[in-house]
């Protein structure tokens, strides 16, 4: 087993750490769609709080989203949101009775965790893979053309919807919603998917995202 | 649904599209493990096969590996791999009875995918995130220290093994083996790391490797 973590009490509540304006936004949305009994725990990055010891004792990654279980910690979008959707199966919020279907599911978010959200990082997040400053800015450059070209593919993969996997709500949306939603402060114009667009603002509409945006506005009292 | 492809017969051979020295050798040796029935259909990326409108037909996104079934075409690694495993289950390639240890390898997968993968494309793929020589060169410097970070990470998550996910072998050691197997490649020495190391050389003894291996070497008659 992988990043073994406190096992406990069954009835243990749990735990989603999130940084404000990451990719956690999409397990935070697939808990408040699951109705599922958790506590968000805040990591401020920009403090540095996701390098500290407390921090990567739970996830040596360094990283959020983490989502603590009974069980034990989970990392990675994708399997973070497969294990909400086994674990209220009531909410249907992946098709979990047809391995197909799933595994198209799995291929949309795994295609954001892989391509999408990497393309997306080398803006901000470039130093990851490079120091020299003119190596920055020229892969800041190709940010814009690199993400038009995948959700182009992502816009014409899309049915007639009014959801990514048709009929039903699901973490695909609530994933894509997260990523959509970096667009237009990496200078793409998200009307040009006119799909992507609209589940984006159907996913804006849904009182889960409210209430999480509510959560991740909220001040929070300095650490003591 | 996205990417919707051929519906037909059920009794259909799967097919699985490959490139020689890719990532589509994962789920190569998960069909071998599975004992599935499939054809291998090679895709010379080096003659730009992958985008020629008849791949991109099958795959838009003009990438492998594809396993093309019945129900249609089902794209990136963690994707094809649950999906053999869910197809298979007799063969235990995941732990599909428990949610949580299925999560557990689906974050092994993802992490794979997401931050391995792009890390690695940053020496040979640079030109997919900038196109100044400077910039690639700048770049591909950084690739050793990344990967030696991330397989450090995955030597201190493994357990006692044998296999990733402790005493059955997994779609997770094939996806392993076949990042792994690159480390070299990449000015990384995988002996730093002694139970990825170890899983390497143990998948490497398998049948299924040696089967593959086979296909992946045999010259392929010219196109006609």
């Known amino acids: 087993m992988l990043l073994q973590a406190n096992e406990g009490s069954t009835s243990m509540m749990m735990k989603l ?3 404000v304006g990451t990719c956690a936004l999409a397990a935070h949305l697939a808990l408040e769609e699951a109705g599922a009994d958790y506590e968000a725990v805040r990591v401020d990055i ?3 709080e996701n390098l500290k010891p407390e921090f990567l004792a739970i ?3 360094g990283a959020v989203p983490v989502l603590v279980t009974e069980r034990g910690v989970l990392t990675e979008n994708p399997a973070i949101l497969a294990y909400i959707a086994q674990r209220f199966p009531d909410k249907r919020l992946l098709p979990l009775d047809d391995p197909f279907d799933y595994a198209k599911a799995l291929a949309f978010n795994s295609y954001l965790c892989s391509t999408i959200h990497p393309h997306h990082s080398h803006r901000l997040r470039g130093k990851r893979w490079a120091e020299d400053p003119a190596a920055l800015t020229e892969m800041a450059r190709m940010v814009p053309q690199n993400l038009t070209k995948c959700f182009s593919l ?3 993969g899309l049915g007639a919807g009014p959801w990514v996997l048709g009929e039903q709500f699901s973490v695909c949306d609530a994933y ?3 990523v959509a ?3 237009e402060g990496d200078a793409v114009d998200a009307r040009q998917f006119p799909k992507v667009h609209t589940i984006r603002e159907r996913v804006r509409m849904r009182p889960s995202l409210q209430h999480v945006l509510s959560i991740w506005r909220a001040v929070q009292p300095p650490a003591s």
Chains 1, 2 share one sequence.
Request: hydrophobic letters at 35%; a positive charge; aromatic letters at 22%.
């Open 17 to 19: 750490y999130y940084t």
């Open 46 to 48: 920009r403090n540095g």
């Open 59 to 61: 996830n040596p990654k």
């Open 154 to 156: 992502i816009e014409a």
């Open 176 to 178: 894509l919603f997260t």
């Open 181 to 183: 939603n970096w667009l």
